[in-house]
């Protein structure tokens, strides 16, 4: 492999990192929204919350963006493939974020929850600085796992015509037909770019570790 | 179902730019270089078409699987992807005039003897999947054959060298990369069909599908086509028939 | 002009299509079965006395978690040939799929054992129970609870990424419905039917573990 | 004392808290029932009895933690329904500490102080400060204020749960047995600190069984058992003439030194 | 009353429990210093002295639930290490009852009690459930026994922390304050469990401030203040002619009512 498909490659990762980035940010927003319904006590607002998750964890990603891409085509509606991916990325990642999140703050003790309530904090505040600190503890682990598999989840995005770095792999891997190579390379691409995030993990988890015994 | 986007020719003449659907990572008929530029037999068809319209061409790398939603939900105006030219395709995509001919085959070891269709049960075959040579391996083996379905040529090809199968069903141009991982030891054992790729649009739109005959029509009467043939399928241009069972040329 | 949706050959090949989703059970129960068992013993070993084992459990995770499941999969597939074990596609997927969903396993239930407090954990050792007894008896369902639901969402991803070995053509939804379209040609219907598979599946799979929740982890809490 | 909201400045003859009839569930076991109680603004009222007999549950209802299935509490005028508004009204009046403290663990001591006033009362962070420290002070753990609450001692984490409570200047405070973790000089701090705010004119219900503080401050004990009002005396009478077997025989085992 | 381990048939001569020389840091806060203390078997002490001052440290350092950092501590003759086996072996001797209790949420009330029995020390299930009942009755809260923790209250968690350690038959008991949530009724209850756990023979550490307790069983009163040991005496001792200032100021407190 020559140093042109190597930075083939690299030109797919850069897609990789913004398809990622976008993921990140609409999926974490609409996660936090999704996770504060499904714990909001308010049974209809639940209900839909639980549907949503139901829906979007249950249907492939693939799936997805294949439907909001060409599907909604096919109906006159033309997105722009920015667009499909940002709308794709943002249903399968909240409803997978919201979900893990509604579980930890589900798990952070009654009497927290209790005790903010008789010192009179409103919602907002309950949740900002007594229960989801408290969450994001629980959850971290889970939460880098779920968004180190979206970084590797936007290879999907090739569908809807993005040469991100899995396609680039496979178009390489197709040209030179060494696919073990090819893959193992990418595959260490891929893991360069997941690993920083679990490190930032491990840090954080340290760092709560130690406010909180 | 309402109708997706249709275009007429002078309508892509009015935009200066025609949208086509093409593969990305097979070579030679279409790929992109590592320098990221498309290229391929249907590359240079394509901008040749786009020649011929006086517009530039814009591409859109495809995979297997997303080719015909492509077209259908007007993502492209064309498709130039390596599209073989089968009865059950044509329900879906209205095919031009054959521009390029292709053969499905087996590869074997030499030490292994596969004579005939029926010999096919002793191997397990690997194929990639959704792919001519699927479609091909699956009619003709007999019935309780092993086959294994592969995410494109690569891996299917890998698949045969790390001895996961024993035979493979490709193209003609599968046998000289297997030469390269590993040579000397397998041979094309059975060709089952000649199949002949064509440009396909959107069913019912009669103009671009007439232009692209008419274009067709003239590369290979002026020496155009051969040249493409000399430069990537390095065999003299194909006999093309003037009908194919089931598969209309021209827009009804 | 129109495209007409055709759902016959979907129809047609609708036996297939169920045949395929019970493969794709198979290989996601498979999966998780292994996946479950490497997630528990890997906290437990992550936290060993002894530093090379717990330095080996980080690293598996880390390795396993940053890499694509489809390198994964066409490594014990393709590669592990070249070393002597050449394993059928529906073994090397359930092994894959079993492997991968482990290392995110072990780390989601790391997170569960954190959220335990300390004085349970002195509790049972005041009590004469050993570390693993601990562990074990006072700590891991405590743990579960408080994570299940990122488990569970885990295992729906894991479910999902069953369609990823037909890439080595295991026998599953997917591959089923990719040959079903390779000769028909109807990719929104198929696309649109095997969605409905797929959720038909995860649902199924929610409600399994929905009742595991509700038969074990409904003791009440303050 | 500064009284700063509408229910502190409800006509002052209106009782500050009224219990009608109320009867609480937890599913299949009655844990009130019958409640029926009336405290007049200022007033301090120990709660005492077995056990299991109730008392948290009572005081947690007053401001909503649980709810209730039948009757009615009526707080500064104020009917406790499910509106949350009128749940926010009583809320920033009524001050709480909790049997067992639930300290915010990722926030330090100051900070557990700091929060309320900020957030809820909107107090200024140079305000919320001092106040904090000045209630710290008073339980005698300011020195403690930039430690974790796991770092404490259960002693130390009663006085901060105290200290926080009081950060919000409440006018009616819930004390559900505040002293029961802390050793005789600090329980005679703390109590101390209690009486102070007594005089100061809160209104107080508090869980307890020092009989001490009973006697020197409370206008009335409230004895239950068996989630039921048992019997309701001012303490002199209640401890003097028990009109009740069940209260004589509790208060036998209090007054007897073991 | 069952020995059934070598630590308690160790030569009845030996002292059951020694520190010598013990120091006790948490990062960079000085909890115990220079702590020498011998218990001899049988022996029933009281600790008490003000928050803070390092008791719950104390007893938690002696079945190792606290590292400690200098010193030596020794349970029935065997030297506490790091060695795991002996720290086990020691801790199922030792039992103990936690200032915040530490109920495991997801068992029952029963279940909590015969775990440890049928896994650490490996009765059968019949014998662990009839001794957890007993216990469990002897504590008056037989009735709870189905029950979780989170679905009982304050004292009724005491009490089941404390049936929970004694279904171990531990030849040593490690109290740490309780009786602390318990109304005055129940604390005679559990005092006089304590008091017949002290006349079959165990060996006790107890943090209290029940004086009454500490007069009536107690074989030696230690009174702690900063982490150090301040005095120590024979109840009569401690209570008439304390030798400390810190000590007569702390009992001043005690003794005089509120
Ligand atoms: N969540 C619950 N589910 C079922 N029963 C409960 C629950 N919470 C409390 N109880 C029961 O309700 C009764 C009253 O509990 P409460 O906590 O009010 O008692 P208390 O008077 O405060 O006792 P203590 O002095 O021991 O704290 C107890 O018998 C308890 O077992
Ligand atoms: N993890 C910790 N980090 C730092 N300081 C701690 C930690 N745990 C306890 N301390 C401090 O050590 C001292 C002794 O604590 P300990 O719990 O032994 O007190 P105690 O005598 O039991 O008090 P109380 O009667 O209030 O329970 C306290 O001042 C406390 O703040
Ligand atoms: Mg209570
Ligand atoms: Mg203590």
Redesign the pocket.
Known sequence: MGLGEFLFLLTGLKWTVALSAIGFVCGSVGGLAIALLRTSGVRGLERLAAGYIALFQGTPLLMQLFVVYYGLALIGLHLSAWVAVSIGFTLHASAYLGEIWRGSIDAVPRGQTEAASALNLKYTSRMKDVVLPQAIRISLPATIGFLVQLIKGTSLASIVGFTELARAGNIVSNQIFEPLLVFGIVGILYFLMCWPLSLYGSHLENRLAVAS? | TRPASAITTEEIKARGKIIVGIQGDNPPWGFVTSDGKQDGLDADMARLYAKELGVTVEFVPLEVSNRIPALTSGRVDVLFATMAMLPERAKAVQFSKPYVANAIVLIAPKSVEIKTNADMAKVSIGVAKGAAQDTQVTKNAPAGTTIRRYDGDAPSIQALVSGQVQAIGGNIFYLQRVEQARPGEFENKLEFQKLYNGACTRLGEKEVNASLNAFIDKIRANGELKKLYDKWMKVPVHQFPDSLEGIPFSAS | MNYVLDFTPVLDGLPDLLAGCLGTLLLALGGMAIAIVIGISGVVLRDSRHKPIRWAVKGFVELIRNTPFLVQIYFIYFALPLAGLRLDPTPTAILALGINGGAYAIEIIRGGAQSISRGQVEAGLALGLHKGLVFRLIVLKPALRAVFPSLTSQFILLTLTTSVASAISAYELTSVAQRIESESFRSFEVFGVITLLYLGISWLMMSFFSTISTRYFSYPVK | MTTHASIANAATTDPMIVMADVEKWYGGFKALSDINLSVRRGEKIVLCGPSGSGKSTLIRCINHLEAYQKGEIRVGGTRLGDDSRTIDAIRREVGMVFQHFNLFPHMTVLQNCMLAPMRAAKMSRSEAEATARRLLDRVRILE?AD?YP???????QQRVAIARALCMRPSVMLFDEPTS???PEMVKEVLDTMIGLAEEGMTMICVTHEMGFARQVADRVIFMAGGTIVEEAPPDAFFTQPRHERTRKFLGEILRPH
């Open positions: 015994r | 403690q430690k796991a770092q404490l001692s259960g002693g130390q973790a802390l050793d």
